[in-house]
């Protein structure tokens, strides 16, 4: 059983604290990550995600959008132990600490990684997920955004107008679509109370407070412009490793599983499969 240190990312993107949002959506889109984890001084001190930032769109600050106190993970540990962190939080990243310094990071690619060299056989099948939420290729962007968040899943399959799939949309997709709009808003003031019984007579002293608030913003284009098109189906009997060698191979998170004609029978999402690994 290898360790975490064996897996893990040693060049680790970081962001500080202080520091704005928008420098960290910048970085996420730079380097094509999801996910940063949060320093001071080099200790870590939380972690940011492009789910933080999505649910969040006006707060600007990385010490309001992150998660403070993250779950981490020793780079001595087993990849096993790293999995039954990963499923028993439900994360799907984690910081690499020694000594409350920052040495590394470990995602659940990094571990789907070294599942494609394991040559398991056992079939996909009892990995499944069968309730799922797929999204019509004409969907617009920002409304594929909502509906993901609502259903709190990184990424859909797109069906076509005969319900075949036809490619995956993931909350990378969405975060290299999206863009910032800055904008000027006022706040009205007010001195007086409505509790005063003399207010609605009085002439009442009204102050402007103009602000600037920066929003995420997703376009309105339909969703098949941004969806990956090019990746593997699978099947039920697929092997496990076979599926994680897809995965890698297509560098995606979640492939879809289909019937022989090409009907949606559910996903395999990378979170579930690791699981094989947690006996």
């Not at 790293?82 to 000594?99: G, H, K, Q, S, T």
């Not at 602000?211 to 412009?225: A, F, H, I, Q, T």
Request: with cysteine; net charge negative; hydrophobic share 45%.
């Amino acid at each position: 059983m290898m360790n975490v240190e064996d897996v893990m990312t040693r060049d680790v993107v970081f962001v500080e604290v202080p520091g704005s949002r928008d420098t960290a959506l910048k970085i996420m889109k730079d380097k094509g990550i999801t996910s940063v984890p949060v320093v001071k001084n080099r200790t870590l001190v939380g972690i940011l995600t492009r789910g933080d930032i999505f649910r969040n769109p006006e707060e600007d600050q990385i010490a309001l959008l992150m998660t403070r106190q993250p779950v981490f993970v020793s780079p001595t540990a087993t990849i096993k132990d790293a999995v039954r962190l990963f499923i028993e939080n439900a994360i799907r990243r984690m910081p690499v600490v020694d000594d409350s310094q920052l040495v590394g990071f470990i995602t659940v690619t990094d571990i789907v990684s070294a599942i494609v060299d394991m040559d398991i056989k056992t079939p996909v099948d009892d990995y499944i997920i069968r309730e799922i939420v797929a999204v019509w290729e004409m969907t617009p962007v920002d409304v594929v955004g909502e509906i993901m968040k609502l259903a709190n899943t990184e990424a859909s399959p797109v069906l076509d107008s005969t319900n075949r799939v036809v490619g995956i949309v993931t909350e990378g997709a969405l975060l290299k679509a999206s863009k910032i709009e800055d904008t000027i808003e006022k706040a009205d003031l007010s001195a007086g109370s409505d509790e005063d019984a003399w207010t609605w007579e009085a002439v009442r002293d009204t102050m402007s407070l103009y602000y600037g608030v920066s929003r995420v913003e997703l376009p309105n284009s339909p969703v098949k412009d941004i969806m990956m098109a090019e990746y593997e189906s699978l099947y039920h009997k697929t092997g496990i490793s076979e599926c994680a060698r897809q995965m890698r191979r297509f560098d995606v998170e979640l492939l879809p599983v289909v019937t022989a004609d090409d009907k949606l029978e559910g996903i395999i999402k990378d979170s579930d499969l690791i699981r094989v690994l947690d006996y």
